[in-house]
């Protein structure tokens, strides 16, 4: 059989043959037509394009409100008046101990060359000014210090020091104190400052924090004590200064309200919400 019969051939058992003459623009259009109509003659516009459609099997992307975890280093952070901080310091995850197994409601007044304040120093030397601690209490394994450098900033530092494992605590910097020192018997707020501490226990991660306050009192001021989530708290009392810090849950409000209990040199006792001083 010639090459020509045989293709000839072959054409004919085509079951879908080119069409013939005076039909292919119809039936080219008629295709078009039927394939470019939906299923139910609906508006289709608001579906997507297979360009556009998720590959089959593909997870979606669901944002959800995350609280960053910050797991090394030091929280400096300056602001005009009041500060508050989140943030995470020094974290061992193998030996979840956290400042809040020590915190007692009252702190121990420690010198400046103190373990936990010769700490904070040593964090403070970053910033290439010397610092002079005014205020220094311990409660537990942590150690505060309120302070201020050679350039007018004021420091507030939180050191938890435990056999065995790597320093950890917050440090926040207030750059413009304000000038206005409160009344006699009253007190004002400097610094807040809130820092989160997460670890690694058996049931997945888990955090602690904690809340320090600081600020000016007046004279005539002999006591402060804060009301706080983790009860009365006792602030320690130096150099016209106050300072104190308790322990909070992980959702707690990092801009808690404080309130205080104030006592004065004449015996009288007033509670008042503390205020940022202007």
Same mark, same amino acid.
């Given at each position: 059989?010639?090459?020509?019969?045989?293709?000839?051939?072959?054409?004919?058992?085509?079951?879908?043959?080119?069409?013939?003459?005076?039909?292919?623009?119809?039936?080219?259009?008629?295709?078009?037509?039927?394939?470019?109509?939906?299923?139910?003659?609906?508006?289709?516009?608001?579906?997507?394009? &297979?360009?556009?459609?998720?590959?089959?099997?593909?997870?979606?992307?669901?944002?959800?409100?995350?609280?960053?975890?910050?797991?090394?280093?030091?929280?400096?952070?300056?602001?005009?008046?009041?500060?508050?901080?989140?943030?995470?310091?020094? /974290?061992?995850?193998?030996?979840?101990?956290? %400042?809040?197994?020590?915190?007692? =409601?009252?702190?121990?007044?420690?010198?400046?060359?103190?373990?936990?304040?010769? !700490?904070?120093? !040593?964090?403070?030397?970053?910033?290439?000014? %010397?610092?002079?601690? /005014?205020?220094?209490?311990?409660?537990? #394994?942590?150690?505060? &210090?309120?302070?201020?450098? #050679?350039?007018?900033?004021?420091?507030?530092?939180?050191?938890?020091?435990?056999?065995?494992?790597?320093?950890?605590?917050?440090?926040?910097?207030?750059?413009?104190?304000?000038?206005?020192? =409160?009344?006699?018997?009253? /007190?004002?707020?400097?610094?807040?400052?809130?820092?989160?501490?997460?670890?690694?226990?058996?049931?997945?991660?888990?955090?602690?924090?904690?809340?320090? &306050?600081?600020?000016?009192?007046?004279?005539?001021?002999?006591?402060?004590?804060?009301?706080?989530?983790?009860?009365?708290?006792?602030?320690?009392?130096?150099?016209?200064?106050?300072?104190?810090?308790?322990?909070?849950? #992980?959702?707690?409000? =990092?801009?808690?309200?404080?309130? %205080?209990?104030?006592?004065? %040199?004449?015996?009288?006792?007033?509670?008042?919400?503390?205020?940022?001083?202007?």
């Amino acid at each position: 059989m010639r090459t020509t019969t045989l293709e000839n051939t072959l054409r004919d058992l085509d079951p879908a043959p080119p069409t013939g003459e005076g039909r292919p623009a119809r039936a080219d259009a008629d295709l078009h037509r039927i394939l470019a109509t939906p299923r139910d003659g609906g508006d289709r516009s608001d579906h997507l394009s &297979v360009s556009d459609r998720p590959a089959v099997g593909a997870r979606p992307l669901v944002g959800r409100p995350r609280r960053a975890r910050w797991r090394a280093g030091l929280v400096a952070v300056a602001a005009a008046t009041l500060i508050v901080t989140t943030g995470v310091v020094g /974290v061992d995850i193998l030996r979840p101990t956290t %400042a809040s197994a020590t915190w007692t =409601p009252v702190g121990d007044a420690v010198p400046a060359d103190a373990p936990g304040a010769r !700490q904070c120093v !040593q964090w403070w030397q970053v910033e290439s000014s %010397a610092l002079r601690p /005014v205020l220094q209490e311990r409660r537990g #394994d942590t150690t505060l &210090v309120l302070g201020v450098d #050679d350039q007018g900033r004021e420091l507030l530092c939180t050191a938890t020091l435990t056999d065995g494992q790597e320093p950890t605590g917050g440090m926040t910097s207030l750059t413009e104190p304000g000038a206005a020192p =409160p009344a006699a018997g009253d /007190v004002a707020v400097t610094v807040v400052m809130t820092t989160f501490q997460e670890a690694m226990l058996q049931n997945g991660w888990q955090a602690e924090g904690s809340t320090a &306050v600081a600020g000016d009192v007046g004279e005539d001021v002999t006591r402060v004590v804060l009301e706080t989530g983790a009860g009365p708290v006792e602030a320690s009392l130096a150099e016209g200064r106050f300072a104190a810090w308790w322990p909070i849950e #992980d959702d707690s409000d =990092p801009h808690p309200e404080v309130r %205080a209990q104030i006592t004065t %040199a004449d015996g009288e006792t007033r509670t008042v919400t503390l205020r940022e001083r202007g």
